[in-house]
């Protein structure tokens, strides 16, 4: 048994070194600050109750986010669990050294360095507490990575029903609408900071963490500390038998997959190619209708239509649990929103498939347009009729041309910025015809999503800017003129970003490929593929990569939570403070602190861009100089040149 | 002095080799998977290129159809430059990749009108080829199944079905009969057969020497992204069978021991 761990440990070492990228180095600083802010808990001038109640939801929310990471983070990337179908292991031995694979990494040592908080905690209490820590940080850390694991493995079992998928696009969207808006709920308790610190959470939730399995752990060293060794006892004996029960139900899931494939659902009836038949009878027609028929049958695009229609939904109803209508009206504007950020990856979900487009005459500008289309189609509809149903149903009248116009201007935004984003950036996940499990289906692309929320957003400035000069002069026509407006920033942003990317499909369709091709197969060290913004990066000193690096980690703070957020609240006449500094200020400076932040922020992601512009550029001039230097050496000129 | 690439006019095109490679050259790192292959596939040949495994067959092939951009060098189908004229080019192509995907949540018949529409054929010829590729493949059993749950073999096929429908002058085949029954094999030599009769031209992959000594008229032995012969089958066989020839030039990587331990 030990050896399979072993080898399976060196075998995802390995992978894992040879797909070490900017992206993931990224998240992994990220999760590495975030566990040492979770270890400084325990430094806090807090009591001991309040401590317990503090690490206790700080390792929740651990181990959910290891839990939900390899969903978010392109799953597919290293060991599958295919790879071993035809051995003669035993699924729990197999289950076994696939987590033992799994516990090496980044995300799982970020989380043992937040886990050991447990231990720390125990040995400012004592050396007995501290043992018990030891023991609970071990097992909560391996509680964590098995979840994710058996997550990963459920969800894709589950997607291969309608229902599962179904349900699973249902927790998504409560996931995304709850980080979204779930703090209008819990806000009162964030602005009683100080209560917090000197009485912990309020009771209900405080017992409620303390009974989850995720808080077993640090309830086993504050039990210790009391000295009540059989609680503690019990809870660590429970955390054992979870993990062993875990694990058994995971192996059993794993060779369950072993014998299936991927197919989703099956066809249930109807005219063969009806779809063709209907539609118009031309390149830009079949490339709809090739579309639409993915967006219906593929498990994770389908999947994707829900998360977006759901976190709509539910940021729109989360606010009425008290009694907050105000948002409902732009719940259709949300599901475009989240539409347009998970749509961000088309071509990378497509995959090799890009070589039909390629060999087909003129078919890239078809491709692209046709994408548009289709996502207008599906996306159209869901957001204009969310958009009339809920706001006729939160009776503000006034909102009809605001949100009307902001749903038709992100729409445009959102159809244009997709392609644009799917042929620039795609982030490929296990190949169309290799997946087994559909959440392999796209690599990691949280930065893209995030950036896709703030662009479709941004769309509707235009928009917005005439609306509110309507309502500023009481002008219901000036509000009204927001909806042409809408119309053609919304037509011209999808036309001409689908043009540029029609544009660079065609010019670069080949490497596009080759990209997507190598998808989830990590490459072996010095190939050299590696994209000339990787090799400037490289060739980049030191000073610069640091100011790069601190620039894009910080730019969203003044510019989304400082700038852009009380800039809406404001706007919208809401009285909520929350942490927006601007809000706090007396009347007369609030404006400029939030145009400021905002000046900030954008400011902070120009530095960046223009360094690794200026970084591209040069490699790019290097990339030349070497080129001619290698053409004029040749031997073959030699030669030529000597006759 | 060499000429300027030509002008594809439709009397040049007519005279012109069906495929050929010039000088093409493909470096991955510190590997030469493909290093300044020359190749000329001769209108109406059936022409069979062979190599062992990583020979760079598939690499080679890929930019000589315009899927992957070559470091050096560039290939013309029938006078056409693939990589200067690529909407000409690939009118005259089909071309059946080994190993890519393709949408994979629709029918095979579904595929077929989605590509004969992108191609810009009218409903009626689409309809039409669909049908009787589906029926002449033995595919049109199953039109309820995704491309995704096709076996192997049906891959192929579908795969060749693409590659055939806008009736293109080369047909560039990777590995075609890989997986396929016998009976389907048969039926698929039979369609190549008859395109070739009537005209067209084949260049097809393959690693199984019988196969391609049987169907083939021209060879190319390609090993370590370099051409060792190329001809016509009887000049590169030279009086011996395609398989020793083949050895021959390669060389055979002999252990001499076997597998003594494998009883």
């Not at chain 1, 229609?309 to 599901?335: E, H, K, S």
């Not at chain 1, 890009?354 to 996306?379: E, S, Y």
């Not at chain 2, 590729?133 to 309820?144: C, I, M, N, Q, S």
Request: proline share 6%; hydrophobic share 50%; glycine share 12%.
């Amino acid at each position: 048994m030990a050896v399979l761990t072993r080898t399976l440990i060196r075998m995802s070492l390995a992978t894992q070194r040879h797909g070490w990228r900017g992206a993931i180095r990224f998240w992994t600083v990220v999760g590495l600050a975030l566990a040492i802010g979770t270890l400084a808990l325990v430094s806090l001038d807090a009591g001991r109750a309040v401590k317990t109640d503090l690490l206790g939801g700080a390792l929740t929310a651990w181990t959910l986010v290891l839990a939900l990471g390899p969903v978010f983070g392109g799953g597919g990337r290293g060991i599958r669990p295919e790879h071993f179908a035809l051995l003669p292991i035993p699924p729990r031995r197999l289950a076994i050294g696939l987590l033992g694979a799994a516990l090496v990494g980044a995300g799982p040592l970020a989380g043992l360095l937040a886990f050991a908080s447990l231990a720390v905690y125990g040995f400012t209490l004592g050396a007995g507490p501290g043992l018990a820590g030891i023991v609970a940080t071990l097992l909560q850390w391996l509680l964590a990575v098995l979840l994710a694991r058996l997550v990963h493995g459920l969800m894709g079992a589950a997607m291969q029903t309608r229902l599962g998928m179904e349900l699973v696009g249902f927790q998504f969207g409560l996931l995304f609408a709850l980080l979204s808006v779930g703090w209008f709920v819990i806000q009162p308790v964030v602005l009683q900071t100080h209560q917090l610190l000197t009485e912990g959470w309020p009771p209900l939730l405080s017992s409620l963490l303390r009974a989850l399995p995720t808080g077993w752990g640090v309830s086993a060293v504050d039990a210790a500390a009391r000295g009540a060794w059989g609680v503690t006892l019990a809870a660590l004996a429970g955390l054992i038998v979870l993990i062993a029960v875990l694990l058994a139900g995971w192996g059993e899931l794993l060779v369950q997959r072993a014998r299936s494939r991927s197919t989703g659902y099956t066809l249930r009836s109807g005219a063969p190619a009806r779809l063709f038949r209907r539609l118009p009878a031309t390149p830009l027609g079949a490339v709809i209708a090739k579309e639409l028929l993915s967006w219906s049958r593929d498990p994770w695009r389908a999947l994707e239509v829900r998360v977006a229609a759901w976190t709509g939904l539910l940021v729109g109803v989360i606010p009425l649990l008290i009694g907050w209508r105000d948002i409902l009206p732009f719940v259709g504007m949300v599901v475009v929103v989240m539409g347009g950020a998970v749509s961000a990856n088309l071509y990378a979900l497509d995959g090799s498939a890009l070589w039909q487009t390629l060999l087909t005459p003129g078919a890239a500008r078809h491709d692209v347009r046709g994408r548009q289309i289709a996502w207008l189609l599906l996306f159209g509809p869901l957001a204009l009729g969310a958009t009339v149903i809920f706001t006729a149903l939160s009776g503000a009248s006034w909102a009809w041309p605001l949100v009307l116009s902001l749903t038709l201007a992100t729409l445009g935004g959102a159809a244009g910025l997709m392609v644009y984003f799917a042929v620039n950036f795609p982030s490929p996940g296990v190949d169309p015809h290799l997946r087994r499990n559909p959440m392999d289906s796209s690599g990691e692309t949280t930065g893209e999503a995030f950036a896709m929320l703030f662009l479709v957003s941004l769309t509707a400035v235009p928009a917005l800017a005439v609306v509110l000069q309507g309502m500023a002069s009481e002008s219901a026509a000036l509000q009204w003129a927001a909806v042409p407006v809408a119309l053609l920033t919304g037509g011209l942003l999808a036309w001409g970003l689908g043009r540029v990317a029609a544009d660079r499909l065609e010019r670069t369709g080949p490497e596009l490929l080759s990209r997507l091709q190598k998808g989830a197969t990590p490459q072996a060290p010095g190939e050299r593929t590696v994209s000339v913004l990787d090799r400037a990066w490289k060739a980049l000193p030191a000073s610069k990569r640091l100011v790069v690096r601190l620039c894009y980690g910080i730019a969203w703070l003044p510019l989304f939570p400082q700038g852009l957020a009380p800039l809406v609240f404001k706007l919208a006449g809401l009285d909520v403070k929350s942490w927006f500094l601007a809000l706090y200020l007396p009347a007369e400076y609030q404006w400029p602190v939030i145009l400021g932040m905002i000046a900030l922020g954008v400011v902070l992601m120009a530095i960046p861009t223009a360094i690794l512009r200026q970084a591209v550029q040069d490699q790019r001039r290097r990339d030349r100089a070497a080129a001619e230097q290698q053409y004029r050496w040749s031997p073959e000129n030699l030669l030529e040149g000597g006759e | 002095m060499h000429s300027a690439t030509p002008l594809p006019d439709e009397h040049a095109t007519e005279r012109a080799p069906a495929l050929e490679l010039i000088g093409l050259t493909k470096t991955f790192g510190p590997t030469v998977a493909v290093d300044h292959v020359n190749l000329t596939v001769p209108a109406g040949s059936f022409f069979g290129l062979v190599g062992p495994n990583g020979a760079g067959k598939t690499t080679a092939l890929s930019m000589a159809v315009g899927l992957l951009r070559p470091d050096a060098g560039t290939a013309r189908t029938f006078g056409v430059d693939v990589w200067g004229d690529p909407v000409r080019a690939k009118e005259l192509l089909g071309v059946l990749p080994d190993g890519l995907s393709v949408p994979e949540r629709l029918t095979g018949r579904e595929l077929l009108m989605y590509l004969g529409l992108l191609r810009g054929m009218d409903r009626e010829t689409v309809e039409a080829r669909t049908q009787s590729l589906l029926e002449v493949l033995g595919l049109d059993t199953a039109e309820r199944t995704l491309l995704i749950q096709y076996s192997a073999g049906m891959r192929k096929k579908i795969g060749l079905a693409t590659a055939m429908l806008h009736n293109p002058r080369l047909l560039v085949l990777d590995e075609p009969f890989e997986a396929v029954d016998p009976v389907s094999a048969y039926t698929v030599r039979k369609i190549l057969d008859q395109f070739v009769a009537s005209g067209g031209s084949v260049i097809m992959s393959s690693h199984v020497m019988a196969l391609v000594e049987q169907i083939c008229d021209h060879v190319a032995i390609i090993a370590s992204g370099r051409v060792l012969a190329t001809g016509s089958l009887d000049e590169v066989r030279n009086g011996r069978d395609l398989e020793a020839a083949f050895i021959d030039l390669v060389g055979l990587h002999d252990s001499g021991e076997g597998l003594p331990w494998l009883s």
